[in-house]
């Protein structure tokens, strides 16, 4: 029996096949990452490309809407939703029923509020439901239901305002420019427990004033309206924020909601001082203005206001 000889292969002819081998290895793995690389970048190009055509384009086209059913078309700016700013630029809400006359120079402007109560969607059956004219709604104010009196620059969204307001929830308030706020009386207002309210200018200052019967009064809140103009609306008010439903189930939480509204009464109204109209105009500042009809009554409240016997409701 005989074996073989197997010679091993001497040191450095192993060694250089090993090196030709990743040397080979290399190469193919720098092409593959010089190829991916680029096709990166191509497909990275090709989207920014894609993006500033895009922008090109939008820049050089034109956004159509209506008015309207019946009004002309508008284009650009005018299609977008109007945002009110404040006196000091910030993003405010301004929406609300004004009851309002002029009134030019100073003067003081008394009411009292005999009644307030509102009504909200009903969402005990989930969400609300268009039935007539408007959704169901059932009797109850939110926490910053408001109605009372007011001066404003005039009636644009935003623009400079003082006001002596009742609420539900937080009693007597004066109000000024969207961020300013003074308590007054606190409590809510019933029959048996009216709150007259009182607003005097002079010049660029406006004093609040509230009072339980008309004769003793007390200073809520004095507010600098800079520039009000020499001309300004003075008048009654109300409005309610959006009825709100919030359930948490499994951890998590849920919203829905629908529209509120609350009604003020006034009587005691008086305005003396410079000249101002003789008649009382209502607008709905921002679209604010009722809401629709009451479950279970099926017939919508009498839009804006009403004047008689003394009041306004």
């Known amino acids: 029996m005989s074996t073989g000889t197997i010679s091993p292969v001497p040191a450095a002819t192993k060694s250089g096949a090993d090196r030709a081998g990743f040397g080979h290895l290399l190469h193919a793995e720098w092409t ?8 990166v970048i191509g497909m990275i190009l090709a989207a920014l490309l894609t993006v500033l055509l895009g922008l090109l ?16 078309p508008l284009s650009g700016k005018a299609c977008l939703p109007y945002v009110p700013h404040g006196p000091g630029g910030e993003v405010v809400t301004d929406s609300f ?10 003067g003081t402007f008394t009411a009292r509020v005999i009644s307030f109560t509102g009504q909200h969607a009903n969402l005990s059956n989930g969400p609300v439901h268009a039935t007539g004219q408007g959704p ?9 239901s408001k109605a009372g009196i007011i001066i404003k620059q005039n009636t644009r969204q935003g623009s400079a305002y003082a006001a002596m307001l009742v609420t539900a929830s937080y009693g007597v308030r004066m109000q000024y420019n969207f961020i300013h706020d003074a308590a007054g009386l606190p409590g809510k207002v019933t029959g048996a427990s009216p709150r007259w309210l009182r607003l005097t200018r002079s010049g660029d200052t406006i004093t609040g004033y509230d009072s339980t019967d008309g004769r003793h009064w007390t200073e809520v809140g004095v507010a ?23 359930s948490t189930s499994f951890g998590g939480q849920s919203s829905h909601g629908g529209p509120s509204q609350a009604t003020g009464v006034f009587d005691d109204v008086t305005l003396s001082g410079g000249p101002h109209g003789g008649n009382w105009v209502g607008t709905a500042v921002g679209g604010g203005g009722p809401a629709g009809p009451i479950a279970g009554v099926g017939v919508n409240q009498d839009a804006g206001f009403k004047q008689g016997d003394g009041t306004v409701t």
Do not use: D, E
Request: glycine share 14%.
């Open 32 to 39: 593959k990452f010089r190829t991916v690389r680029g096709w």
């Open 224 to 246: 600098q309206l800079s520039g009000l103009p020499a001309t300004a609306q003075i008048g009654m008010f109300a409005t309610s924020p959006n009825y709100v439903q919030t």
């Open 57 to 72: 384009t939008a820049s050089g086209s034109n956004i159509g809407c209506q008015s309207g059913p019946n009004g002309p």
């Open 136 to 144: 169901n709604m059932v009797p109850g104010l939110m926490p910053w």
């Open 97 to 106: 029923y004004f009851v309002h006359q002029p009134l030019t120079g100073n």
